[in-house]
């Protein structure tokens, strides 16, 4: 329980912090202050599409259906965390580039993201028996996650990136933020993170208990 | 006992033969292809006109044709035997990766014969440098194979899904933006005169893709197939 309160004390201080703080970036200005959210969500979208990619190895390997709960759970709030992220992208994208998309390599990483994940959940839509879902959710996770470094390789041959490469380490790994945004940026990451656990582990029992009502064993 | 690879080599063509006579039985898979593609090649040069087509659009036409008609049929190899009732007698009597092996093949040679009627249509209804030819073939190749690499798990997967025909295109294309993203590039430099040298970097990138999708395929094939 006491973490919990931990992390409304530390994210209601972050919040208040993110904005009574300078700017973080002096060129662009007031709009900066959305780099403390959109790369903390940014970062959990990843985490929890890698964490499902896990869960569905593990599904293949043990047969167990709350591996599969587990992995379709952390694939969901990936989904969503990557909704946000893009949403504050575009609109940090609009402010400083001038419009809301641009097939920028990340944009059109994240699109593709989008793309395989809504695919992912059409698929398991459309299987009705437990198992059968399971196993082949996992194959198909596991399929388009192996076209990831291809499109590493491809996308950036079609328009240069816009995004920043040093704004968080330069190319000597020192930190380029000062010390107050370095601290912000780094709360607000540990507590998306915890927020993120937070809801995973909720799904995951929210999900056990449908299974366990509906008399099935796990 | 694992099979030996002679024994391996002799059941993926015993599939591959078993495919083939079936198909030219009903021709459903071939008819619905070829027809997608000639409709689609239709519409593209109606809409077209007379007007002269820069040649870097005509490359994204032209795989947009290759990758719709690829969808229509690419999935029916699998969608048969589920339909008919026979998956699980095939079961029974292959081994997985023939079955995987036997059913690429079968692809690849449905969308080479699609391939082969597109690409001389498609020179011929629009303005397309009929000497980039040549150097283009390599990359035709290349894309079929690999069209086919990447698609044939995905149809093994749909075959058990409720719903086929849909789920087909909306699964294939994540997997697919890769190669289609390369293949247009590459067939955008041809168009627009350069030779095959100039495009080494993309043809490796399409052999390291068809590759990682074939490897890759084998290794997962089992779990659909025998969950």
Redesign the interface.
Known sequence: MWWKLLILVVMSVMIVYSFITPAPQKIIGEASRIFYYHIPQAWISVLAFAMSMIYSIRYLKKRSLSEDDKAAATAGLGFMFCLLATVTGAIFAKVTWGSFWNWDPRETSVFILLLIYGAYFALRGAISDDDKRAALSAVYAIFAFITVPFLIFVVPRIIPSLHPTDSIVDENMKFTMGATIRIIFFSSLIVFTAIYFWMFNLTKRALKIKRHLLNEDI | MPPTSAGLATKCLTMLIKDLRLELRDKYALNAVLMFGITTLAVVSFSLGQSNLPPHLLGALFWIIMFFSAMSGLAHIFIREEDSGTALALRLSAPPDAVFIGKLLFNMILLTVLTLIITPLFFVFTNAPVSSLGSFIPILVLGVIGLCS?TT??AA??A????KGA?FA??S???I???L??LV?TTQKLFEGSGVSNVMTELQ?LI??MV??IV??LM?FK??WT?
């Open positions: 990447a798990l995905i997967i749909i058990r899904a409720a719903v789920l909306v699964l294309f994540p997997i933006i890769p190669l993203l390369t590039l990138f390291a893709y990682v999708m890759g395929s997962l779990f659909v969950e």
